[in-house]
């Protein structure tokens, strides 16, 4: 919800300095100050929760501090299609909000055309860069821009005139359709409301101190004042002059000694308030819309320690997986249905499912496939090089063993030729508690792999798993955790039969890797 936490956060900046402006500078004579911080501050709100100070975020959290290198990311990414939910509460505050802002744009769309519409049927002259517009049989009299709304025959037409010719030499109206529309997108403020009133009884402030200032006494000023009041402005986009709801302020200012000079000096409170406003923005709000950051970590000096460490992080390097399709190759598993290149290597193992390692692959079609390695590769070819390419395997479901009365349990495999196996090296992981119930055997932390016979038994997850060590070697495995069973253990061989007499190697979630496949000559 960032729409939500930014309005918020900007209102609340917007709320302080008002607060500000109503405690030490309402009251004061320097109008135009005023105007100016009204409008500078109301942008200076809704430009803060977008600013931060890096260096003072990092300060407070010195893990930002340390240095990480990101790795790109060069494998094809899977969209995540997630259900929708259905109408949410944010969705409901969300429809809400646009409402109420609708039906204030639309209100302001009929103010700008009920004028609009005023000035095209009325007769007009020009004097200078100002119009005129003659509203007959009518007491009004406003601006707009440069359109001055005014009956030729009403009674002090010249004050009217000098008036209205202040607002719209100052461009007042710019200043009224900038606080129109602050609230139409913070409506929910009421602060925002209170602004454009008091903005409003700036201008004539402003209006009146000017029309006074050229030779016109300020009592008779007041009393043209209130012999023509005529009620409050029917269009918040008029500047009236005659609107009786501000009469009483206008003249109780238009009497009021000028303020001194060092007033002007509280608008420097508002330096530490910014600043404290920043701070809060960088340190207290949990947002991601921040765009301007005034003082970046990033350009912060590196200590020569942070250096150091940088120069020794050692370099990531991304794992590369290749899968491969396969078909089903009878009872003995599955075989690629493209031939498998490593290094320049023909491979000829069974149950691998994968390519792992790889700097760089190759496709070939039937033709070039054929022409290069012969019919074998009738449909096609994978070429892999990388100095660690290898083959990642995975075991068919076990074969349930037959059993027979008074004899031992023998599996339907037929039996398979036996090949040297390159020895196991110790796993990267937590070895199997060994239990008291299982004698003689040991984990692999202490267990040397030359206990082992060249054939063992494979088992993982409790499951004796088929291999085919006539097209491949096994040299590696990764597990949760792993046991190894010496060779010519009598309680493994009563468990399992025969099978176990050059040991027993027990996984738990794990796999087994052929790195090194048997390889022929094309």
């Not at 109008?31 to 975020?57: D, K, M």
């Amino acid at each position: 919800m960032n729409w939500l936490n930014y309005l918020l956060e900007a209102n609340l900046y917007l709320v302080v300095f008002y607060a500000f402006y109503r405690l030490f500078l309402h009251r004061e004579t320097f109008y135009q100050l005023n105007r100016y911080y009204l409008l500078i501050t109301s942008v200076l709100a809704f430009l803060l929760p977008g600013c931060q100070i890096g260096y003072l975020y990092s300060l407070v959290n010195p893990a930002l501090q340390s240095v990480s290198e990101g790795i790109p990311y060069s494998g094809t990414l899977v969209p995540i299609v997630a259900a929708r939910p259905g109408l949410t509460f944010e969705d409901i505050l969300y429809y809400c909000y646009l409402l109420v802002a609708g039906l204030l744009l639309l209100r302001l769309l009929k103010s700008f055309y009920y004028i609009i519409q005023l000035a095209r049927k009325a007769d007009k002259t020009h004097s200078g860069n100002v119009i005129q517009v003659h509203l007959k049989h009518s007491n009004k009299a406003f601006s707009f821009f440069n359109l001055l709304f005014i009956n030729p025959e009403v009674e002090g037409q010249n004050i009217i005139t000098e008036h209205e010719t202040i607002h719209i030499r100052q461009k007042h109206s710019i200043d009224i359709l900038f606080f129109e529309t602050v609230l139409i997108f913070n409506w929910f403020n009421p602060i925002c409301w209170l602004m454009r009133k008091d903005v409003k009884l700036v201008h004539e402030y402003i209006a009146d101190e000017a029309t006074t200032n050229r030779g016109l006494a300020k009592h008779d000023y007041a009393m043209f004042l209130i012999q023509n009041s005529f009620g409050s402005a029917p269009n918040p986009l008029m500047s009236q002059m005659f609107n009786q709801s501000i009469l009483k302020h206008r003249i109780s200012m238009l009497n009021k000694p000028k303020s001194a000079g060092r007033a002007r000096l509280r608008l420097l409170y508002v330096l530490p308030i910014t600043a404290g406003m920043l701070c809060t923005s960088t340190l207290t709000f949990s947002k991601d819309y921040t765009v301007i950051d005034l003082y970046s970590k990033k350009d912060l000096p590196v200590s020569t320690f942070a250096k150091k460490e940088f120069r020794q992080a050692p370099k990531q390097e991304k794992k590369k997986i290749y899968p491969i399709e396969s078909i089903n190759d009878g009872p003995t598993g599955t075989r690629p249905v493209k031939l498998i290149v490593i290094n320049g290597k023909v491979s000829r193992a069974n149950n691998f499912v994968s390519v792992n390692n790889y700097e760089q692959v190759k496709e070939l079609n039937s033709a070039e496939a054929i022409a290069k390695y012969g019919k074998r590769a009738a449909k096609g070819a994978l070429e892999f090089t990388g100095k660690n390419a290898g083959i990642s395997i995975t075991f068919p479901p076990p074969i349930p063993l037959r059993k027979r009365p008074g004899k031992p349990a023998v599996s339907n495999r037929p039996p398979q030729p036996k090949i040297e196996v390159t020895h196991f090296p110790p796993p990267l992981v937590k070895p199997m508690k060994k239990t008291e119930d299982d004698p003689g055997v040991k984990t692999t932390n202490s267990q040397k792999i030359s206990d082992i016979g060249a054939n063992p038994l494979y088992i993982n997850n409790g499951n004796i798993t088929a291999v085919n060590p006539g097209e491949g070697k096994i040299v590696s495995f990764k597990a949760k955790s792993a046991r190894v069973t010496p060779k010519n253990n009598l309680e493994a061989i009563a468990k399992y039969g025969e099978k176990a007499r050059d040991g027993v190697i027990e996984l738990e979630d794990g796999e087994f890797y052929i790195t090194d496949a048997k390889t022929i000559k094309p």
